[in-house]
């Protein structure tokens, strides 16, 4: 009875009701994208690659050797200071971030690595570690001392290194460029989400590993 008074039936109303909610909903799921997009900015390619167990010590020392590396270049910034006895210079690490660049794509794509991970991810992974930190390098232009200085530039540098080494939530780990498959479960799993049981003779993902009877032996 009701439609009989209204100029269109009352279920047209209720679907144009609707389709005025879906079109809200829409506009804000294009807002979330958006603010994804912002969140997950454009990482390059990364190149994976599987190895046997054979080759795990070799790729455990390169990675270990790139984190001293990065270590020993970042100390370099450490500078006698004015007021403190030691000084950051975040500032000049910055201003030279081309040369960390260069150590990590060198040291990924040595002789025998096979890894060919490119210049443009070493240089996104750089900037984006050293990103974090601008904010402390636009501060100190209002200070007028050194805000980075003792114990906090050791702090600086650790947290750097994790950055480039561990990445963020969003990001890959170093190390999970190399793959190794579980001898137990058969799946892929990066390198250091495992070890070496059974006088190296199985590589065994953790899950696997702590399912076993501790018979291993650890690298």
């Known amino acids: 009875m009701i439609d009989h008074y209204n100029e269109f039936p009352h279920s047209v109303n209720v679907i144009d009701k609707m389709n005025i909610e879906l079109s809200e909903v829409q506009e804000e799921l294009e807002r ?10 454009y990482i390059p390619d990364f190149n994976i ?7 795990l ?27 403190a006895d030691e000084e950051y210079d975040l ?3 910055c201003y030279n971030s081309n040369e960390l ?4 794509y060198n ?6 690595s096979n890894l060919n991970i490119s210049q443009e991810w070493c240089e996104y992974r750089i900037d984006n570690a050293l990103d974090k930190f601008k904010p402390i390098v636009e501060l100190q232009k209002y200070w007028w ?10 702090d600086i540098i650790e947290m750097i290194i994790n950055y480039v080494i561990e990445g963020n939530d969003y990001e890959v780990k170093l190390c999970d460029c190399v793959k190794i498959k579980c001898d137990k479960c058969n799946h892929i799993h990066s390198i250091d989400e ?25 690298d």
């Open 101 to 104: 660049i260069d150590i990590l």
């Open 91 to 93: 500032k000049d690490l």
């Open 57 to 83: 010590n070799d790729y455990l020392e390169l990675f270990d050797k790139i984190r001293e590396n990065i270590r020993d270049y970042l100390h370099l910034y450490k500078k006698e200071g004015v007021i």
């Open 145 to 154: 001392e050194n805000m980075i200085k003792d114990d906090i530039s050791d």
């Open 32 to 41: 979330l994208k958006e603010k994804c997009k912002m969140m997950n900015p």
């Open 49 to 55: 690659i599987l190895i046997c167990k054979g080759q």
């Open 194 to 218: 495992g070890v070496i049981v059974k006088n190296y003779s199985e590589w065994n993902c953790w899950d696997c590993y702590s399912d076993s009877d501790g018979d291993s032996d650890e």
């Open 107 to 112: 040291r990924l794509n040595e002789n025998g």
